[in-house]
């Protein structure tokens, strides 16, 4: 059996106001052939700010209220809703609330999405 810990995962702090924790992926022990996985805190006031990407993807509240963009479309987004975005359809998502908004998300296929490195390096807008 592979499996690793939430609290054994390394996780990233990103400069628009949250912390990405790969479970199943890049950097992780457990690979995956067709899609990566992991949880996502986003701070008060923090965001994933808007990007877009040859995966699609879903988003999983966990806990927590925001607001999120997907193309045109905006909507509140809280704690037992899921989002898929399309391949290449822009999307961000800001968190509104007082307290941390978790989240899991999945994209398919696997691999790493240039954005995290792009806001990494300054060169992504903290939006």
Same mark, same amino acid.
């Given at each position: 059996? =592979?499996?690793? @810990?939430?609290?054994?995962?390394? &996780? #990233? +702090?990103?400069?628009?106001?949250?912390?990405?924790? +790969?479970?199943? &992926? *890049?950097? /992780? %022990?457990? !690979?995956?052939?067709?899609?990566?996985? &992991?949880?996502?805190?986003?701070? %008060?006031?923090? /965001?994933?700010?808007? @990007?877009?990407?040859?995966?699609?993807?879903?988003? @999983?509240?966990?806990?927590?209220?925001?607001?999120? !963009? +997907?193309?045109?479309?905006?909507?509140?987004?809280?704690?037992?809703?899921?989002?898929?975005?399309? %391949?290449?359809?822009? @999307?961000?998502? =800001?968190? #509104?609330?007082?307290?941390?908004?978790?989240?899991?998300?999945?994209? /398919? %296929?696997?691999?790493?999405?240039?954005?995290? =490195?792009?806001?990494?390096?300054? *060169?992504?807008? !903290?939006?």
């Amino acid at each position: 059996m =592979r499996r690793i @810990h939430l609290d054994d995962a390394e &996780g #990233t +702090v990103f400069p628009a106001g949250r912390r990405t924790k +790969v479970l199943v &992926g *890049k950097d /992780s %022990p457990l !690979q995956a052939k067709g899609f990566a996985m &992991g949880r996502v805190r986003v701070f %008060p006031g923090g /965001s994933i700010p808007a @990007h877009e990407h040859v995966n699609e993807e879903i988003y @999983h509240i966990l806990s927590g209220t925001g607001e999120m !963009q +997907v193309g045109n479309e905006t909507e509140t987004v809280r704690a037992g809703d899921t989002v898929y975005m399309e %391949p290449d359809v822009p @999307h961000t998502l =800001r968190n #509104t609330g007082d307290s941390d908004m978790e989240l899991l998300f999945v994209y /398919s %296929p696997a691999g790493v999405v240039e954005h995290w =490195r792009e806001e990494l390096e300054g *060169k992504r807008p !903290q939006g």
